[in-house]
């Protein structure tokens, strides 16, 4: 890929190894691949919303967005703008997933933390892919998505994985004839909004400790950066994340 093109990509990579021991021509080769490099609309990369464990059509809303590489300004994809109705279905699977019970709520520690270890293995898997969608929507440098976005949000969801069966209740301090209790209990769904500039990054400060506690979700990224987070959807779901959690 030509710097004219993509600096942002070029610019960062001008050794023949870059973070994760990735070369020039592996990145270039997965620009490729996801068809993001400006010369058309990618077919390749999922556009749709991700609403209880898959993607969802529009349904004849025909309301799409469209995401450009901020150092070109070309157009490289399109997003589906997700409707009333849409909030509505991810919010009634959200409820649902958290209402019924041995889905997540009130799932074991141990299998709730095992699933967020399996989601960040994945993430670490696809950790070139990742860092391509943040590269080319909001225009971070390569390197800095690599070395510091990838594998923080592996490290956040691992974080608050491991503290799922670390942090206990309490028994507060009474006189003989009280007894006082802090609990720590989930709420029940909770709504996340996350910015454009560390899109990937800050959708798991906000994902890892909503689900750890065993909250339900629905998280609405940004319009300019909404590539990365529709992937992390789908990787929640390979890692065992239930339906509509």
Known sequence: IHPSIHPSIHRSTMTAKTAAGYTQKDINQEVKRLELDGTKISSVVEGRAFINGKYVDDNGSG?????????TGRVVAQIMSSTKRHVDLAVTA???AFETKGVWSDLPPSERKEILFRW?????QHDLELAVYDTIEAGKVITDNLEGDVPDTVSCIRYHAEAIDKLYDQVAPTGPSNLGLIVREPVGVVGLIVPWNFPLLMAAWKLAPALATGNCVVLKPAE???LS???LGALARAAGLPPGV
């Open 120 to 124: 960040a293995d994945l993430i670490a």
């Open 94 to 96: 959200a409820r649902q």
């Open 224 to 226: 300019l950066t909404s």
């Open 229 to 231: 987070a529709l992937k």
């Open 63 to 71: 309301e799409w967005l469209t995401t450009s590489n901020p150092a």
